[in-house]
């Protein structure tokens, strides 16, 4: 056991590359002693999308592995959450979601706490947790969870049973903030000084299909003014 590194040598001559010289490659692995579980559990959802505010079921079951179910055994669960990235543009938002409906509740890990707590395995090998998706309201300072963004919720499970190799298992959903996002129709993000400028907005629900005509939306307008640099014999102006 322990850190082990192998080195594969390219023959006497070293190959010319446009980047440099090459003449071997190495890579390190690490062993360790592995104790196969004698159980495993697995945690699944009805469904993958919530809205904020939504009640989510989750399903934690335990299966030794001959078949038979885990009885009256203890689960340890935790789940966290983290803002989700969403595009400005409407149709790199549809791109994206579209490309990847399968793999982006993939390998994320919440930064905010949102509940933890232990149930017990009923006489089938199952027990359910029900999880508010809702908006905090105090949310951790420094944590990747923004007030208003949509969230991947992670759903952890540990067999609490002592075992230097408790099974373990997790589950990541995603929560929209609302039923809708504001997207930017176009390109257009810049304009004219003395000129009107009119920002092509669009409204799109999710996965549920909604009215959505007659929405007030609310805008705030920042403006930060840029100023040139007195740079002498500077090909290019910098502002500040």
């Known amino acids: 056991m322990g850190y082990y590194t192998l080195s594969v040598e390219v023959g006497q001559k070293p190959e010319n590359y446009n980047w440099g010289e090459y003449s071997s490659n190495s890579t390190f692995f690490n062993v360790q002693h592995y104790q196969k579980p004698e159980s495993f559990i697995s945690v699944d959802t009805p469904k993958l999308e919530y809205i904020s505010g939504d009640e989510a079921e989750v399903k934690i079951s335990g299966t030794y592995f001959s078949g038979q179910p885990l009885i009256a055994t203890e689960i340890k669960y935790k789940v966290t959450a983290v803002d989700y990235y969403e595009y400005s543009l409407y149709n790199d938002q549809v791109g994206a979601y579209k490309g990847s409906l399968d793999t982006f509740y993939g390998n994320w890990y919440g930064s905010q706490k949102v509940a ?13 947790v029900k999880i508010d998706t809702k908006q905090l309201n105090n ?10 963004k949509s969230k991947i919720f992670v759903v952890e499970a540990t067999q609490n049973n002592g075992s230097l190799t408790p099974s373990y298992s997790t589950k990541n959903v995603i929560v929209y ?7 930017q129709n176009n390109q257009g993000r810049s304009g ?3 000129t009107k400028y009119t920002l092509p907005l669009k409204l799109a629900h999710y996965f549920r299909v ?16 840029w100023v040139k640099d007195d740079v002498q014999n500077s090909k290019y102006p910098t502002y500040h």
């Open 139 to 148: 949310p951790e300072e420094n944590s990747s969870y923004t007030r208003g």
């Open 210 to 225: 909604l009215p959505l005509s007659g929405i007030d939306l609310t805008a705030k307008i920042h403006r930060e003014t």
């Open 192 to 194: 004219k000084i003395n």
């Open 116 to 128: 933890e707590g232990t149930v017990s395995l009923d006489n089938t090998g199952v027990a359910t």
């Open 177 to 183: 903030a609302g039923d809708y996002g504001i997207y």
